[in-house]
């Protein structure tokens, strides 16, 4: 059994580890609220940036389709960025990740965009070709980061080295839920969009004219919507990690303060013991 001198170091132990995860289930709580405002408050603009493109895109002809929408045949080559925290200690968000990397189809040629330092370890250990990389950070995205991962799109995409763009990050259910999430960012298919039929809207320019740089608004936008998506999962995955850490440090503290009581409480009933051993030797 342990002395006492082992488990009052092993309380100790446990008493500054609940200490160090409370403080960063608290940290991940202030920069949660933040993160959720700024992943919710930007999902209307992009769903009436998405029905504004539906209704453009129903009024284009087929012959003068956006280079965005057209898949190029000539290659087979796939380009996924991967969007995932620069830290760990978030529960099973990084690992769901990982598993959504290792599901992906093996045939063709693949090429990676990895946001995020832990996703980029990964992603170099399974020797996949990585033609950039960058720090998630660790405050709320801005808006300036999607234009060098947009430059990277354009140069892929458009100069037909790829057929598709596939972004993977982790979608914000609700903060006690995050799922990964595998969506296809180019080409853009009419599909997708739709037709919609009896519409008056005029529009000026022409379609024409405005489609291309709405859609690439629209690219710039998704992208922009799936960091602070990673953003909130990663604060909130944290927070509920770091408090089911919290709460299982104060339970082994509990359970080795009643060990610490039995150990102590023998070792008490055994001096006594000795001592009423001797007095009987003494006096018999």
């Not at 129903?58 to 969007?83: C, E, G, R």
């Not at 990982?98 to 996703?119: C, H, N, S």
């Not at 980029?120 to 808006?143: C, Q």
């Not at 509920?240 to 009933?269: C, G, H, P, W």
Request: proline share 4%.
């Amino acid at each position: 059994m342990a002395t006492l001198l082992t488990l009052r170091r092993r309380i100790k132990t446990a008493r500054n580890v609940s200490k160090t995860t409370k403080a960063m289930q608290m940290i991940a709580a202030s920069k949660l609220k933040k993160a959720q405002d700024g992943a919710v408050s930007s999902k209307p603009y992009v769903e009436k940036l998405n029905e504004l493109s539906k209704t453009l895109s129903s009024k284009i002809d087929q012959d003068n389709l956006s280079p965005y929408m057209v898949k190029p045949q000539n290659t087979n080559t796939k380009l996924y960025i991967v969007i995932s925290p620069d830290k760990g200690l978030c529960g099973g968000l990084v690992t769901n990740l990982v598993r959504e990397v290792l599901r992906l189809d093996e045939k063709g040629k693949q090429y990676f965009i990895t946001i995020g330092k832990k996703i980029e370890n990964y992603v170099a250990s399974f020797n996949k070709e990585i033609i950039a990389s960058f720090p998630f950070g660790t405050t709320l995205p801005s808006f300036e980061t999607v234009y060098p991962l947009a430059k990277i799109i354009d140069e892929y995409f458009l100069d037909k080295k790829v057929s598709e763009v596939i972004v993977i990050t982790t979608n914000f259910v609700s903060v006690f839920a995050q799922t990964p999430k595998v969506t296809t960012l180019l080409p853009i298919s009419l599909e997708e969009f739709g037709h919609i039929n009896g519409s008056t809207v005029i529009f000026e320019p022409s379609t024409d004219e405005l489609l291309p740089d709405l859609l690439v608004h629209y690219i710039e936008m998704s992208i922009y919507q799936s960091l602070l998506e990673s953003y909130a999962s990663e604060q909130a995955s944290r927070m509920i990690a770091m408090k089911n850490a919290t709460d299982n440090a104060l339970d082994i503290i509990d359970s080795l303060k009643l060990t610490y009581n039995k150990v102590r409480q023998e070792k008490i009933t055994n001096e006594l013991l000795d001592i009423g051993g001797g007095m009987f030797a003494n006096y018999g």
